[in-house]
């Protein structure tokens, strides 16, 4: 078993019924991501990124497919069993940051471990560190609405670290980020990826950071192609030309 990747995705399907229409969203991805592999999807808006990533975090089902986290199938699980594995594993980002906006920076970043009944002391100098570590310690005692939009992120960074995941899920982390703060919560990444071995998935459109990434897919026409476009290999070859000699 602890040969097994990380993460593997097999064959994963995913529609949207609207009206009499069935958006064919995800069709047949696959996917392995290695401990401490820091991968990049990249796609057009509407491509699937976020269900992708939605279905990798277990918080939706694919229609057809097999998810596997350290060898052992997911999919199928009740979802009890499910909410335990992301809370033990998995660190979210989501595209829209889903902060407490009543609740502290600290306050949110501590939630993850307050509701998992971690002790609080440890807890709270734990998320402290983090948020300075993004670049917040000033901020600590803000409440989360009255942060900006970029501030907003790296808090939502921070919440998802707190429990030392072994795999992030990001949608768009570094969106509302200034190129400073994005090196900042990259280098962090990386940090994390090489110290701890942390294993990253993120959905993003900057180009440079994809590009800093252990490697980059791209998500078109429901498929993951490698790299920054759709394989070639997919594609039927061109009938040969007479017109090369
Ligand atoms: N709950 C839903 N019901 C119906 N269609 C949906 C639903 N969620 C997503 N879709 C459709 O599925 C497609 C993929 O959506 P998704 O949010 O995964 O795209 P995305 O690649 O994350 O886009 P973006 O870059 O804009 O965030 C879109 O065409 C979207 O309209
Ligand atoms: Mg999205």
Do not use: W
């Not at 906006?101 to 807890?123: C, D, Q, W, Y």
């Amino acid at each position: 078993m602890n040969d097994a990747p990380l993460l593997q995705a097999e064959a994963l399907c995913r529609s949207y019924r609207s009206g009499d229409d069935t958006i064919v969203v995800l069709d047949r991805v696959d996917l392995v991501v290695q401990p401490g592999e820091m991968t990049a999807i990249v796609g057009a808006s509407g491509s699937g990124k976020t269900t992708l990533l939605q279905i990798l975090g277990t918080l939706d089902a694919p229609d057809s497919g097999r998810l596997f986290f350290r060898g052992r199938e997911l999919t199928g699980k009740n979802e009890p069993d499910l909410a335990g594995h992301r809370n033990a594993h998995i660190g979210f980002i989501f595209q829209f940051h889903h902060l407490l906006p009543e609740f502290t920076a600290l306050e949110n970043v501590m939630m993850p471990g307050l509701i998992n009944g971690r002790p609080r002391t440890a807890l709270k100098e734990k998320a402290q560190h983090l948020l300075e570590q993004v670049g917040l310690g000033e901020r600590l005692h803000h409440r989360s609405g009255e942060l900006s939009g970029g501030e907003q992120q790296r808090v939502a960074l921070a919440r998802a670290l707190v429990m030392d995941p072994a795999l992030l899920l990001a949608d768009e982390p570094t969106g509302n980020l200034d190129a400073a703060s994005g090196n900042r919560v990259f280098t962090l990444l990386r940090e994390l990826s090489s110290n701890l071995n942390l294993a990253v998935v993120m959905v993003t459109h900057n180009m440079d950071l994809a590009r800093a990434m252990d490697r980059r897919l791209t998500l078109a026409e429901g498929r993951l192609h490698p790299d920054s476009s759709p394989a070639s290999g997919d594609r039927p070859c061109p009938p040969p030309t007479t017109a090369d000699r």
